[in-house]
């Protein structure tokens, strides 16, 4: 493949001789033009994001001074725990009897969104199974005579004793895949290490890919594994489920987030989701609990939305010029793992709708509304702690440093408002670090770059 590069345009095409790829925001491949634009950071495949991260961790490294030391956050509680979460995936396929429990407060994101697609797919396979047996039944029960009566009888007994055969090997950390009707996707590969098979490759290949198995000891081989596809939406249900209920019934809630709730009722409301009940928030929970309960289990993740590597980064954005802090505040949520940068996404997007509700206003019928005074630097107020901060303080710690606690607090929120403000700019990846992407992923793998490249053009018309 070669590579050409027309000066005075963006056109870049693709031959047959690889060269390193310049800088360009258009690409032609295969007589057909790309023009890269601005995406969401979700649209892009799970290979192309973690790509992203490294291109973004050396354009700090080069461009910004931050006065800090950088680096990528990776889930170490998580690797750290591995081995024995194999121990206990193990021990639950011995005791077949003892239910899997989704727990959803305390434990790391990631974990949080695996249970969450773990009892989701057990589920899933459950109603698959009992459609089954009932077809199964069903087909049978126009031949009445005693023969086929018995038959039916041993059939149901001999179903009823292979049905939890699927479940048996259900855990928490490795959940089954799902069929091929509930993939994510469209009609694409899956890895790099398909593109080496024939075309049938495309629908064959899919397999989930979840959080916990995104991560492996070489680069090369972690590559292999990574989709290339975009990911699903790492969103815990939880945070998803108290954000709508808030859009669509609280945003001309005067306090929201202030106001106090009930313990009683948000302890039993935990304690559902803990318990992996399928909670749906209706109209008659009160805003003020739901509220209460998204604040809780941001309060309780062992380590922040943004991340303890990352405190300090995020907090120096605000000694940069005013043009370059957004850019900054943008590379920085790059380097977040997918799991926190999809779920950062979704409570800022929740945060700005609220703040844009704040003031009164008028209705079409001349009626005034009230709005519900919360405006991005009081969400920032309330959320920010909880999202950003280097470790959770004793009362001791607070009152001898209290100055120095105060100034990192006025900066937490402003970082936070920001974000608030800014969020949807701040998860669009612009056309110059797609094209870095694609520099890199050509150097070593000119087939994905290809493939991608191809779905580019294909979404873009």
Same mark, same amino acid.
Do not use: W
């Given at each position: 493949?070669?590579?050409?590069?027309?000066?005075?345009?963006?056109?870049?095409?693709?031959?047959?001789?690889?060269?390193?790829?310049?800088?360009?925001?258009?690409?032609?491949?295969?007589?057909?033009?790309?023009?890269?634009?601005?995406?969401?950071?979700?649209?892009?495949?799970?290979?192309?994001?973690?790509?992203?991260?490294?291109?973004?961790?050396?354009?700090?490294?080069?461009?910004?001074?931050?006065?800090? $030391?950088?680096?990528? *956050?990776?889930?170490? !509680?998580?690797? %750290?725990?591995?081995? /024995?979460? +194999?121990?206990? #995936? &193990?021990?639950?396929?011995?005791?077949?009897?003892?239910?899997?429990?989704?727990?959803?407060?305390?434990?790391?994101?990631?974990?949080?969104?695996?249970?969450?697609?773990?009892?989701?797919?057990?589920?899933?396979?459950?109603?698959?199974?009992?459609?089954?047996?009932?077809?199964?039944?069903?087909?049978?029960?126009?031949?009445?005579?005693?023969?086929?009566?018995?038959?039916?009888?041993?059939?149901?007994?001999?179903?009823?004793?292979?049905?939890?055969?699927?479940?048996?090997?259900?855990?928490?950390?490795?959940?089954?895949?799902?069929?091929?009707?509930?993939?994510?996707?469209?009609?694409?590969?899956?890895?790099?290490?398909?593109?080496?098979?024939?075309?049938?490759?495309?629908?064959?290949?899919? $397999?989930?890919?979840? *959080?916990?198995?995104? !991560?492996?000891? %070489?680069?090369?081989? /972690?590559? +292999?594994?990574? #989709? &290339?596809?975009?990911?699903?939406?790492?969103?815990?249900?939880?945070?998803?489920?108290?954000?709508?209920?808030?859009?669509?019934?609280?945003?001309?809630?005067?306090?929201?987030?202030?106001?106090?709730?009930?313990?009683?009722?948000?302890?039993?409301?935990?304690?559902?989701?803990?318990?992996?009940?399928?909670?749906?928030?209706?109209?008659?929970?009160?805003?003020?609990?739901?509220?209460?309960?998204?604040?809780?289990?941001?309060?309780?993740?062992?380590?922040?939305?943004?991340?303890?590597?990352?405190?300090?980064?995020?907090?120096?954005?605000?000694?940069?010029?005013?043009?370059?802090?957004?850019?900054?505040?943008?590379?920085?949520?790059?380097?977040?793992?997918?799991?926190?940068?999809?779920?950062?996404?979704?409570?800022?997007?929740?945060?700005?709708?609220?703040?844009?509700?704040?003031?009164?206003?008028?209705?079409?019928?001349?009626?005034?509304?009230?709005?519900?005074?919360?405006?991005?630097?009081?969400?920032?107020?309330?959320?920010?702690?909880?999202?950003?901060?280097?470790?959770?303080?004793?009362?001791?710690?607070?009152?001898?440093?209290?100055?120095?606690?105060?100034?990192?607090?006025?900066?937490?929120?402003?970082?936070?408002?920001?974000?608030?403000?800014?969020?949807?700019?701040?998860?669009?990846?612009?056309?110059?670090?797609?094209?870095?992407?694609?520099?890199?992923?050509?150097?070593?793998?000119?087939?994905?770059?290809?493939?991608?490249?191809?779905?580019?053009?294909?979404?873009?018309?």
């Amino acid at each position: 493949m070669q590579v050409f590069l027309v000066h005075n345009s963006t056109f870049v095409s693709l031959t047959f001789m690889i060269k390193r790829l310049h800088y360009s925001t258009c690409i032609s491949m295969s007589g057909r033009s790309v023009r890269l634009k601005s995406v969401p950071v979700q649209s892009l495949s799970e290979l192309e994001r973690a790509r992203l991260q490294e291109v973004a961790f050396y354009q700090l490294q080069q461009d910004c001074d931050l006065g800090c $030391q950088i680096t990528i *956050p990776k889930d170490g !509680q998580k690797r %750290k725990k591995s081995l /024995r979460k +194999k121990l206990d #995936s &193990l021990g639950k396929e011995k005791n077949r009897d003892k239910e899997f429990v989704p727990q959803a407060f305390g434990i790391p994101l990631s974990q949080v969104i695996a249970n969450d697609r773990a009892y989701k797919l057990k589920q899933d396979s459950q109603r698959e199974e009992q459609k089954d047996v009932s077809d199964f039944v069903a087909s049978l029960l126009p031949f009445g005579t005693k023969r086929q009566n018995k038959e039916l009888s041993s059939s149901n007994s001999s179903l009823s004793s292979t049905s939890e055969t699927p479940n048996e090997s259900t855990s928490p950390n490795t959940p089954e895949p799902a069929p091929r009707a509930r993939r994510r996707g469209a009609m694409s590969v899956d890895s790099i290490t398909d593109l080496d098979d024939n075309q049938s490759r495309l629908l064959e290949a899919l $397999q989930l890919s979840l *959080p916990a198995e995104a !991560q492996s000891k %070489k680069e090369k081989a /972690r590559d +292999k594994k990574l #989709s &290339l596809n975009p990911i699903y939406r790492q969103v815990p249900r939880l945070v998803d489920s108290c954000c709508q209920h808030l859009e669509k019934h609280g945003l001309q809630t005067v306090g929201i987030f202030r106001v106090g709730s009930s313990k009683k009722r948000v302890r039993q409301l935990r304690e559902e989701f803990d318990r992996g009940v399928d909670v749906v928030l209706e109209e008659e929970h009160s805003i003020h609990d739901v509220a209460a309960l998204l604040k809780e289990f941001l309060r309780d993740m062992p380590d922040p939305l943004l991340t303890k590597e990352l405190y300090t980064a995020f907090i120096n954005t605000l000694l940069l010029e005013p043009d370059e802090q957004l850019s900054t505040l943008q590379l920085l949520i790059y380097l977040l793992p997918p799991c926190n940068c999809d779920t950062l996404h979704r409570l800022l997007q929740f945060l700005f709708t609220v703040a844009s509700h704040a003031e009164d206003s008028t209705a079409k019928d001349g009626q005034e509304i009230i709005g519900n005074k919360m405006t991005s630097l009081n969400l920032a107020t309330i959320f920010g702690p909880n999202l950003l901060h280097k470790q959770k303080s004793t009362d001791k710690e607070f009152t001898v440093q209290s100055s120095a606690r105060a100034e990192e607090s006025t900066a937490i929120i402003a970082v936070v408002q920001k974000m608030i403000e800014n969020y949807e700019t701040l998860f669009m990846v612009p056309p110059d670090l797609q094209n870095e992407v694609l520099i890199s992923l050509l150097e070593t793998d000119p087939d994905v770059v290809d493939y991608l490249l191809r779905r580019k053009a294909s979404q873009s018309s």
